[in-house]
């Protein structure tokens, strides 16, 4: 057992119990100690405990009856049928929704702040497939960048000019990200392979249905495309890390209600941190640094599976009257995301799992991610980390663009009508121009042509919605607001990106709260970001720590001769 799997570092030799669905849940809800009474963990004293109370029973059905009997006849039968239901919890079925989700629901809304922490802190993934495929493809990899950095070391990837320096550094190759690499030209590949090879190749919950994000998670961390039995595995384990401590939604719930919803979710986020597995063994001193990669696993695993919770309370917070709706058992990752927010239909599923596919990772250079690295490499853990990518997300030039999008396409139906020719459509792109302003969902710091995320986006409208009025618009906007940025002649990307797109498909299946949009870009950049601080501990990747310069350094340096 791993130095860090421990939960006390006062107790480093007891091992831990690997908790699922209703164990979990009773450990949340009763406690460590009666729940493994009733699970039988100790099966000598929880068969006493039955024998006995079957007894004591027994002797009160043929004493005298008054209210005390009938309180132990009560509570001894309320014990024996607890007994039955964690051995077969399908005793308890009714209808679609089983006692164990209405147990869950409770859990959720009002869970315990003492109990709940202890089933947060028995994750050991030892037995995890993932964790295994992981263990034997890090060795490779480090000999790989170890065998670069002799053997390479000292070759220049380019010359860095004043205006990369001044201009966010872009065109700059200065980060290292093994998950995805972004062309100008082709957008971005995930492990290699594009979003149609993607679409194509990574499993899905119905035939031809969307990729399944449980997928692009196991691609981008293995680099290899997972069957659909390692999927619904994958599925079932982050189901089984999702439980929230009660300290979370304390925190969330100490915010007013119309606080930004990123806020919200960023401030959940850091409430999740005291649970960190890395910081545990890092204060500890009880890891070597060669096995960073293992906390940082365990703490991205579960913060992946609990973000998609924390989002959805958020969202119920707001807009929804604060009324939960617990996760299903049967759903997938995104699925269940679509779930808990409110919408079953099956579009609106699919939908959320291509968005949540699409948008999880975009190489190590985007605001986001590369927050995300650079705190990390810190060694500050998970939590912390993707905490203050979210709050980078959170800009309007990043994850806050897709809710800016629909708000002008909103604001532009109001004042031109719904009946948009193009003509009006250019007058106010125009006017938009002459204020000052950006168009919103167009252009892209990397990206010459049009992203391929917006693209199938496009094909998903065309598939499912044709005739949504918004969609027609935003199909009209596409052959308008290009040619109007290229006569500028100071855009190099004059295309439209995904941002451009996918508000208009969340406002179609009835998700229209533009200001809840980045958090779904969040939840769904969970999967790449973390993905990249595995592999940053996993290949040793230093702190960062770029030189800085004055322009009166940039100045003189450029008086040099040459």
């Known amino acids: ?121 028995v994750h050991n993934s030892s037995d995890l497939e993932l964790h295994s495929q992981l263990k034997e493809f890090i060795p490779e990899q480090q000999k790989r960048l170890k065998k670069l950095k002799s053997e390479h070391g000292r070759v220049q990837l380019g010359n860095i000019t004043v205006d990369m320096v001044v201009g966010g550094m872009r065109g700059m190759t200065g980060l290292l990200c093994e998950t995805s690499l972004l062309d100008p030209e082709e957008g971005i590949r995930f492990r290699g392979l594009s979003i149609p090879e993607c679409q194509k190749l990574l499993p899905a919950a119905k ?17 290899k495309v997972p069957s659909k039995e390692q999927v619904d595995s994958l599925s079932k384990e982050l189901r089984n890390r999702a439980t929230i401590p009660d300290h979370v939604y304390q925190t969330i719930n100490a915010l007013p209600v119309n606080a930004h919803p990123m806020t919200q979710f960023a401030t959940g986020v850091m409430a999740l941190q005291v649970q960190s597995e890395f910081q545990k063994a890092y204060d500890r001193k009880v890891i070597h640094k060669s096995k960073y990669w293992e906390p940082t696993f365990e703490d991205s695993l579960n913060l992946i599976a ?72 810190a060694l500050s853990d998970p939590y912390l980390s993707f905490a203050a990518a979210l709050n980078g997300l959170a800009g309007p030039l990043h994850g806050l663009a897709n809710q800016e999008v629909l708000l002008w396409i909103k604001s532009l139906v109001e004042e031109c009508g719904e009946n948009v020719t193009k003509e009006n459509l250019e007058d106010y792109v125009w006017k938009t121009l ?54 500028l002649g100071k855009v190099k990307n004059p295309w439209p990106n995904v941002e451009a797109h996918s508000g208009v498909l ?37 702190i960062e720590r770029p030189k800085s310069v004055t322009m009166e350094w940039l100045q003189n340096y450029c008086k040099k001769p040459a």
């Open 1 to 121: 057992m791993d130095a860090y799997s421990s939960s006390d570092s006062n107790h480093g030799s007891v091992p831990r119990t690997r908790l699922f669905g209703r164990e979990r849940l009773m450990h949340s809800v009763l406690g460590r100690k009666v729940a493994d009474v009733l699970l039988w963990r100790d099966t000598r004293v929880s068969a006493t405990i039955l024998i006995g109370s079957a007894a004591i029973w027994f002797l009160f059905y043929f004493g005298e009856y008054n209210s005390v009997t009938l309180s132990c006849h009560i509570f001894i039968t309320t014990v024996l049928v607890i007994f039955i239901w964690s051995t077969d919890a399908e005793f308890f079925k009714w209808g679609r929704v089983s006692l164990i989700s209405k147990l869950r629901s409770r859990a959720v809304q009002k869970p315990s702040l003492g109990n709940s922490a202890h089933c947060l802190q």
């Open 207 to 223: 035939p031809g249905g969307e990729p399944l994000p449980e997928g692009i998670l196991w691609l981008l961390l293995t680099g």
């Open 306 to 377: 609990q973000i998609p919770v924390v989002a959805a309370y958020v969202y119920r917070r707001i807009y929804k009257n604060g009324q939960v709706i617990p996760m299903d058992d049967c759903l997938d990752y995104a699925g269940n995301f679509a779930h808990m927010l409110g919408f079953d239909s099956p579009d609106m599923l699919e939908l959320m799992r291509l968005y949540v596919t699409i948008h999880s990772d975009h190489e190590g250079g985007n605001v986001s991610a590369h927050i995300g690295h650079i705190v990390a490499s």
């Open 434 to 487: 002459s204020g000052g302003k950006l168009i919103p969902g167009f252009g892209h710091g990397v990206l010459r042509k049009t992203d391929p995320r917006y693209t199938c986006l496009r094909e998903f409208a065309l598939k499912h919605l044709p005739d949504d009025p918004l969609f027609k618009l935003v199909s009209d906007l596409y052959e308008v607001v290009p040619p109007i940025l290229l006569e």
């Open 506 to 542: 969340l406002n179609h299946y009835g998700l229209t709260e533009a200001r809840y949009y980045p958090v779904l870009f969040g939840v769904s950049r969970a999967i790449g970001i973390c993905s990249q601080l595995i592999w940053d501990r996993a290949l040793g990747l230093p």
